[in-house]
Structure formats: structure tokens, C-alpha cells
């Protein structure tokens, strides 16, 4: 484990190239880290293997180092730390924090129903409490953590930590790994902010450290989407360094950057680029 004051890290989840989107964060996380003197590390999350595609993970590696962004230490992949989430689940288990469930959506939204909840579109699914105090554990069964904050109650409810197919779940793969790795910053998409206080709160029934976040400016398309792959978001282009530029220039204009240097038609070298680019950050950072 790598130890300093900052360690940050970019942690794509293997479904198709870098786009725009994806690129502003990356950038914007390696400036953050970069401009505190810190280390950033490079973590491929691809636990849910049915939503990975082959070889997204080596397209992201190219794009990256395309354009500069390179990361410290080994890159590590989710899924050969599926060991480290069993051993948290099971510490959350033992401490009777985490209880099994055998809950289907549909009973689910019909508990919900019952409860007078007025079905919605696109709503997470707010767990009612269902298996909460079921004693006996069947097999294949998904495993909950018991979640007495109210807001989170209110909002998400007992949220799954392993499914019931096995695969251990964003979040708390996301939490383990921010910890044992030592991630003391996390930078990430705004479309992930009401992910964080259940990883907060997920933190505190594991005794871990709470990172500092923050959370960028999602890029978005003319329908005023959110770039994705489901969008069709197109990935960015990094077969030579002139379109490196172009990808970096847009997405440091979409976080604000406004050394006029970094925008010149024919801005100097991807690694000057970045100089410019940390000297930059860091003049913002400091006048904020
Ligand atoms: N793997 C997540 C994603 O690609 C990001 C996780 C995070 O930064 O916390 O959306």
C-alpha cells in the first residue's frame, strides 16, 4: 500500500472506452491529485462482468497513457479482490450488521405498494426492512446491511452489499478498496453523489477512515444526458497527440481551467500541456 498525505485515485468501470465524460473526471481527479503533490492510482472496476466489455480495461490503460495521465503503482482490478469484500462482508455479518435476504424486485415493489409508496420511474428501489429480522439464511440469498441512519432509510433503505448471484456490490467493493488502499481523495462524477452517504455510512460500520470527496460537473450531451455508454457516447479520440489535446482541452475547459496557454491552436506537447494544466489547477485552488 502506498502511503502519503494525498492518494487519489481514477476508477473506471471497464464498459467501453473513455468518452468525453469520463476523460473530464479522470482529468480532473489526476489535476486534484497532481496539484496536492499526491499520488493517484488506477483501479478497474469490474466486478459486474456481465456490463464489462472485453477489452474496454486495455482501451482505458491506452487512453490514459495517450494522454498523459499516468497513474503510480500496479493497476488494480476488482475482481482479483473478491477475497477482501468476502472478509468485510463476513465481519459485517458476524457483528449482526449485515442479515441475508431472499427478496425479489417484484416483492419488493409490492411491499413498497403496500406501504401506500407510489410506484416512479427510474426510482431506486427503497428496501422496506422485508428479511430484516429472519433468522434462518437459504441459499442463494443476497446479503443486506442494516441501515439505521433515518435519511438513508428514508432514501435507500437496507441496500445490498452481495447479490444474490454472488457478485459483491459497487458499493461495497468501492468502500473496501478506498481503504485498504489508503485513498485519502476521491474525485469522481457528480452522477455519483448519491452514492456517498451510503459509502460513508458503509465506512463507519467497517471502522474505516472517511476520504474527502468531491465531485465534478457531469458533461453533458445536447439532450442535457449524461454522457454514457447507454447515451452512445462516443469515445475520444487518442491515435495521435494533436487529438489528445483537442480530448484534454475540452475537458479542461468543461472544469474551468482558463490558462489561455492551454487552449493556443497548436498547444505544445501533451506533457507541457499538463504542466501548464497542474499550474493552472493549482492558481485556482489557491484563490479559492
Ligand atoms: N466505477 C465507477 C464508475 O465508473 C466509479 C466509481 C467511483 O469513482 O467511486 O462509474
Known amino acids: 500500500m502506498l502511503t502519503c498525505n494525498y492518494l487519489g485515485r481514477f476508477a473506471p468501470s471497464p464498459t467501453g472506452a473513455l468518452h468525453a465524460g469520463s476523460l473530464a473526471t479522470a482529468l480532473g481527479s489526476w489535476?486534484?491529485?497532481?496539484?496536492?503533490?499526491?499520488?493517484?492510482?488506477l483501479r478497474i472496476e469490474d466486478l459486474d462482468l456481465p456490463r464489462c466489455i472485453p477489452g474496454a480495461d486495455k482501451m482505458i490503460i491506452q487512453q490514459l497513457m495517450a494522454c498523459g495521465l499516468e497513474w503510480d503503482g500496479d493497476i488494480e482490478y476488482q475482481s482479483k479482490r473478491t477475497a477482501f469484500y468476502q472478509s468485510a462482508l463476513n465481519e459485517l455479518i458476524n457483528s449482526q450488521k449485515s442479515f441475508a435476504c431472499r427478496c425479489t424486485r417484484k416483492q419488493i415493489?409490492?411491499?413498497l405498494l403496500s406501504l401506500g409508496h407510489k410506484k416512479?420511474?427510474?426510482e431506486e428501489l427503497m428496501y422496506p426492512g422485508t428479511c430484516r429480522d429472519k433468522k434462518d439464511i437459504v441459499e442463494p440469498c443476497a446479503w443486506r446491511l442494516r441501515v439505521d441512519?433515518?435519511?438513508?432509510?428514508?432514501?435507500?433503505?437496507?441496500?445490498?452489499?452481495?447479490?444474490?448471484?454472488?457478485i459483491f456490490t459497487y458499493q461495497l467493493a468501492v468502500v473496501v478498496d478506498d481503504a485498504l488502499?489508503?485513498?485519502?481523495?476521491?474525485?469522481?462524477?457528480a452522477d455519483l453523489l448519491d452514492n456517498t452517504p451510503r459509502q460513508i455510512y458503509l465506512q463507519k460500520q467497517l471502522g474505516y477512515k472517511q476520504p474527502q470527496y468531491l465531485h465534478l460537473p457531469l458533461v453533458l450531451?445536447?439532450?442535457?444526458?449524461?454522457?454514457?455508454?447507454?447515451?452512445l457516447a462516443k469515445a475520444i479520440h487518442t491515435?495521435?497527440?494533436?487529438?489528445c489535446l483537442k480530448a484534454l482541452q475540452a475537458a479542461a475547459k468543461h472544469l474551468g481551467l482558463n490558462d489561455e496557454r492551454l487552449y493556443q491552436e497548436n498547444a505544445s506537447r501533451v506533457s507541457k500541456w499538463l504542466e501548464i494544466a497542474i499550474e493552472n489547477y493549482r492558481a485556482i485552488l489557491k484563490s479559492e
Open 120 to 122: 416512479q420511474r427510474h
Open 221 to 231: 450531451d445536447e439532450n442535457n444526458e449524461k454522457l454514457s455508454k447507454q447515451t
Open 239 to 243: 491515435d495521435s497527440p494533436e487529438n
Open 109 to 111: 415493489e409490492d411491499a
Open 149 to 166: 441512519d433515518e435519511d438513508l432509510r428514508k432514501t435507500v433503505g437496507d441496500f445490498v452489499l452481495r447479490r444474490a448471484d454472488g
Open 31 to 41: 489535476l486534484h491529485a497532481r496539484a496536492h503533490n499526491g499520488k493517484w492510482l
Open 181 to 189: 488502499q489508503g485513498i485519502t481523495h476521491i474525485v469522481r462524477g
